[in-house]
């Protein structure tokens, strides 16, 4: 079974559309204010209306409140919600989309249990752990804490570039991998060229 690539953090549409020609699987958005790479719904409609069929797009909010999460639904088409905060499991289920929830690993946190919390999940995002950022932080995280066994898709984040991604396919197994600073030039500006090595190293 192939690995999905979801790329996140896109304020181009120029980039996106060339993620999507290189094979991305999804697009991801992101909707939170503090993030160098959120954007308005102006900017994400005109990243929307350039992409192909069959290329999903992710909405990325942080613990944001329902009215603004459907005023973002409302504006925009999306397949899919990533929760990146501390949303509990039924804020995550009452917007009749897949979700995604996103969960920064360490030493203390027994995934397996946080997973079944979120039993619904069309995906378990892991990130590295920073006390102060919300992931895109090009920080890496340790393998190993991820259990030997589990019954639910894996997205892994967290550092993740051209260099060790080989790695972490073979060492992890996921289901699919999120990407954001290590296919980046700038914050929100994505590199052509780390973006097609990238998806050749998956590939």
Not at 8 to 19: K, L, M, Q, S
Not at 44 to 65: D, G, H, M, Q, Y
Not at 74 to 81: F, H, K, T
Not at 111 to 139: C, S
């Amino acid at each position: 079974m192939r690995t999905r690539i979801k790329i996140c953090g896109f304020t181009r549409a120029e980039d996106a559309v060339w993620a999507s020609a290189l094979g991305v699987d999804a697009i991801g958005l992101v909707f939170y204010a503090p993030s160098p790479r959120n954007i308005s719904i102006a900017q994400a409609n005109s990243i929307i209306c350039k992409l192909p069929a069959f290329v999903s797009i992710v909405a990325l909010f942080v613990n944001e409140t329902e009215k603004q999460i459907r005023s973002v639904l409302d504006q925009i088409p999306v397949d899919i919600l990533q929760f990146h905060g501390e949303e509990p499991p039924e804020h995550c289920r009452i917007y009749n989309k897949p979700y995604i929830k996103a969960v920064q690993m360490h030493s203390n946190l027994n995934l397996v249990d946080f997973a079944a919390a979120y039993k619904d999940a069309a995906g378990i995002l892991v990130d590295a752990y920073h006390p102060d950022a919300k992931g895109g932080t090009g920080h890496q995280f340790d393998w190993d804490l991820l259990p030997e066994t589990y019954d639910f898709p894996l997205i892994l984040a967290g550092g993740l570039n051209i260099e060790n991604v080989s790695a972490a396919i073979t060492s992890t197994k996921p289901y699919a991998l999120d990407v954001s600073s290590g296919v980046e030039v700038a914050k929100g500006i994505k590199d052509a060229g780390k973006m097609k090595q990238f998806v050749e190293q998956v590939y």
